[in-house]
């Protein structure tokens, strides 16, 4: 059974930086494409980034490149999302989600950035994070 475990939220000051773990099961990342949503009060969902490991292949939403890094370490069947120089508009319950080897998962927005697709296999819990100015 695939399942994924997002953690690594937390309450953190304007600035400031956390690191989010989606932790896998029942499947090995090695051909599978792992993508973080967010969603904040009132707002729809907003994908922020994805990665596909069959080609290493990364996309970020424009609201997030360059602050927000996505990474797989294989040994710990593990995506984790970076996430540096946080403002209070990063808010927002966070999701990770896992589909087979969609590529590209992200298309490319107007302002050079990407327009993150929504996967449509497994969804984790999210985990909470808190920016306050």
């Known amino acids: 059974e695939v399942q994924l475990q997002a953690s690594g939220g937390g309450l953190v000051q304007a600035g400031g930086s956390l690191r989010l773990s989606c932790a896998a099961s029942g499947f090995t990342l090695d051909d599978w494409t792992i993508g973080w949503y967010r969603q904040a009060p009132g707002k729809e969902r907003e994908g922020i980034s994805c990665?596909?490991?069959?080609?290493?292949?990364?996309f970020y939403a424009d609201s997030v490149k360059g602050r927000f890094t996505i990474s797989t370490d294989n040994a710990k069947n593990m995506v984790s999302l970076e996430m540096n120089n946080l403002t209070p508009e990063d808010t927002g319950i966070y999701y990770c989600?896992?589909?087979?080897?969609?590529?590209?998962?992200?298309?490319?927005?107007?302002?050079?950035?990407?327009?993150?697709?929504?996967?449509?296999?497994?969804w984790g819990q999210g985990t909470q994070v808190t920016v306050s100015s």
């Open positions: 989600a896992a589909d087979r080897d969609v590529r590209p998962c992200a298309i490319p927005s107007t302002r050079g950035g990407s327009y993150i697709l929504t996967l449509r296999g497994s």
């Open positions: 990665i596909s490991n069959s080609d290493s292949s990364t």
